[in-house]
């Protein structure tokens, strides 16, 4: 790759040390930069692009926190592509469907209990009713019967009181989380997760250039008081959180730290990301109030994915917007894919409004609440070899703390080896903490009864001739 080959867009929205970012950083994934190779002096490139010094600075700065260049004092930036478990896990395309191999990663349902029979009837449904309207532009922010239908739902469900004229149908969490990043965020911004945290959720944040300040959980949430001195130096925008059955350690927040973190919110003057994609996935009774049930001073940004809970192909969720950032993300939502599609829209209103939603939900949490129940029984085995968990009572997977002397990731080659795939926490935690090794995610949702029984002989097996 010839650097002065670089095109970058001076009239676009995107700053341009963040498009040349994502151009030296898509080289140096497909290997036209090869690691170690010193990439030019700043000022070489910022005269070759016609662009200021600031800009080049910022790109490499950029590259070198996300762990694609290192520098030396003295010397200048080196390519140092990423080569972390993390990033050799994630994208190894053929693990969660190698034959004979158990998946313990993806908390995706199996495709077999979809419910695709009662979903052709809506969209054979829309098709008569519609004909070629079904396939026209529509709104940017989705199909006004299935907001208003969705609106009810919250309210008749979730508690949560919304507007359909404040929610924006999105094509699944990811894209509602680049949406929000690109609503809300500019580079040098601040961003607070919980940690560990879902990955997607901080590469969402860092495209915009931000700082990521991780907040360690508790027992009930969030750590409060970590929470409101980190929020206190540096003002973050936002404050990113899974209030039920946080992803990955199956945690649900105590109403009490809901209530606070409203209260920091409104305090501090930043808007808190509410991310729900299994909170109707409670086997213990009714779910407690969410941040955005709560919210009354429209303080929480609610997104809502359908993915585990329906079929994941669909690519639909949602976003409760608070009304003074509704045209923002109308903009960005109409910049990042003008209209999604009308027929899958149509034919989702109807499965809603005709009970085949509910009827779903009940069959899903059937079968759910059966796999969680056998696989916490078979858990009872691994006790013996340090391992411990807390009972999430919902969601789709455990989150199994490892003695002090068993690598995470060394559990995940081995169990890999024996046709096992499980997550290593070296996933969910940033590159220096302490306790990046030291768990394993696993779930159960795309398993029968029989694979969970033979993938927890496995990990005990592996955890029984265990080597440091």
Request: glycine share 4%.
């Amino acid at each position: 790759m010839s650097f002065v080959s670089i095109q970058l867009d001076n009239t676009s929205s995107e700053p341009l040390y963040l498009q040349l970012f994502g151009q030296i950083k898509q080289a140096i994934l497909e290997d036209q930069l090869p690691v170690s190779l010193r990439l030019p002096a700043i000022r070489t490139l910022a005269k070759d692009l016609g662009v200021n010094n600031v800009t080049v600075i910022n790109a490499y700065k950029q590259l070198e926190s996300s762990g694609y260049v290192t520098s030396k004092k003295g010397s200048g930036f080196y390519v140092s592509k990423p080569n972390t478990p993390e990033i050799s896990l994630m994208t190894r395309p053929t693990l969660s469907t190698a034959e004979n191999t158990i998946n313990f990663s993806s908390a995706s349902p199996h495709p077999a209990i979809f419910p695709t029979d009662s979903f052709k009837t809506c969209l054979d449904e829309v098709l008569d009713r519609d004909k070629g309207f079904a396939f026209g532009y529509q709104e940017a922010n989705g199909f006004m019967p299935l907001r208003e239908v969705l609106a009810k739902y919250l309210q008749d469900e979730h508690h949560i009181q919304a507007s359909p004229s404040c929610i924006q149908i999105v094509s699944g969490a990811q894209q509602g989380l680049d949406i929000i990043s690109k609503s809300c965020l500019n580079a040098g911004d601040y961003v607070v997760t919980e940690i560990p945290t879902y990955n997607g959720a901080i590469d969402a944040f860092k495209s915009r250039g931000t700082r990521i300040v991780p907040v360690e959980l508790t027992s009930s949430g969030i750590d409060l008081a970590t929470l409101e001195k980190r929020v206190n130096i540096c003002k973050p925008k936002l404050v990113y959180v899974m209030t039920k059955f946080q992803n990955p350690t199956t945690l649900s927040y105590a109403q009490s730290t809901l209530t606070a973190l409203l209260h920091l919110a409104q305090k501090y003057n930043f808007y808190l990301v509410e991310d729900d994609s299994m909170s109707e996935l409670n086997y213990k009774g009714k779910s407690s109030y969410s941040l955005k049930a709560l919210d009354t001073h429209n303080q929480v940004i609610y997104l809502k994915s359908f993915s585990k809970l329906l079929m994941p192909g669909l690519r639909i969720g949602f976003l409760v917007i608070p009304e003074c950032l509704l045209d923002r993300f109308t903009k960005t939502k109409q910049m990042t894919d003008i209209a999604a599609s009308g027929l899958i829209h149509r034919s989702l209103d109807i499965f809603f409004r005709t009970n085949k939603w509910e009827t779903h939900l009940r069959y899903m949490k059937a079968i759910y609440t059966s796999k969680y129940e056998l696989m916490r029984s078979e858990l009872t085995r691994l006790k013996p070899y340090g391992i411990t968990y807390t009972d999430p009572d919902g969601g789709l997977c455990f989150w199994l703390s490892l003695p002090r002397k068993i690598s995470a990731y060394k559990l995940y080659e081995l169990c890999l080896d024996k046709g096992l795939l499980v997550l290593p926490s070296t996933l969910f935690y940033p590159h220096t903490h302490r306790q990046k090794d030291s768990f394993i995610r696993i779930t159960f949702a795309p398993c029968d009864t029989q694979e969970i029984t033979q993938g927890i002989d496995i990990l005990e097996q592996v955890l029984k001739n265990y080597t440091c």
